[in-house]
């Protein structure tokens, strides 16, 4: 399981994907960042964070969910319709937000806790979601067997992390840099949007370690 093979790996998928990855989650994440805008200019930039993370919890678990799901179809060789996918995420978007918030707040628990320990929360929480949409279970035994899951395995997975989130940042930092500032809302929606769905990479990167090393129960 070398790091560099896994992210190898999910390139090669994520970009033969693309267009289906598109199709499924783009809308999605633009309706999301467009209502955090929206959000925002109501409020003011003084308002309180939290309220981007409720935005955050009506779309994120619905793309998200319906990303994991055609990821897993996809290993089966099967091309499941996008409006089933939809489907079967919106009925996974309680159970799926629930887990969402739990992770959200022990991260930033863990955050303001001299920030290592939230990067510790974040990695090994990292395969929770994924045994909530394909195994069923609750947000909080889903949280237990992540934490399981990644013992033995925490170099590796925080290195795929690093290398996927390090150079989205500076995309991020370099846009930031080049655009005029401030930027009228098309452009800011614009640049939310692509970072938010490239950030989706992750998704792809953390499946592929989470089926190297699943071991699914043995049939009786």
């Not at 790091?3 to 033969?16: E, N």
């Not at 955090?36 to 939290?50: C, F, I, M, R, Y």
């Not at 033995?152 to 795929?160: N, T, Y």
């Amino acid at each position: 399981m070398n790091p560099l093979t896994v992210l190898q790996d999910s390139l090669y998928f994520f970009r033969r994907n693309l267009s289906s990855i598109l199709m499924l989650c783009l809308p999605l994440v633009v309706l999301e960042a467009f209502s955090k805008q929206l959000v925002s200019n109501a409020l003011g930039e003084d308002a309180s964070p939290a309220y981007q993370l409720l935005v955050g919890l009506l779309f994120y678990p619905l793309y998200t969910a319906a990303l994991i799901l055609f990821l897993d179809a996809r290993t089966r060789s099967e091309q499941p319709r996008k409006r089933d996918l939809m489907a079967m995420a919106l009925r996974l978007w309680p159970t799926f937000a629930v887990l969402s918030a739990l992770s959200t707040l022990l991260i930033m628990l863990g955050m303001s806790m001299f920030v290592i320990p939230g990067i510790w929360v974040m990695i090994k929480l990292v395969f929770s979601e994924y045994l909530l949409v394909l195994e069923g279970m609750t947000p909080l035994a889903a949280m237990r067997e992540s934490f399981k899951m990644s013992q033995g395995h925490f170099l590796r997975i925080m290195v795929c992390v690093l290398c996927v989130y390090l150079p989205l940042s500076v995309l991020e930092g370099v846009s930031l840099y080049i655009l005029p500032n401030p930027l009228n809302m098309p452009l800011s929606l614009a640049v939310d949007s692509a970072s938010s769905f490239l950030q989706l990479f992750t998704s792809v990167v953390m499946f592929r370690l989470f089926m190297l090393i699943h071991q699914p129960p043995a049939e009786a």
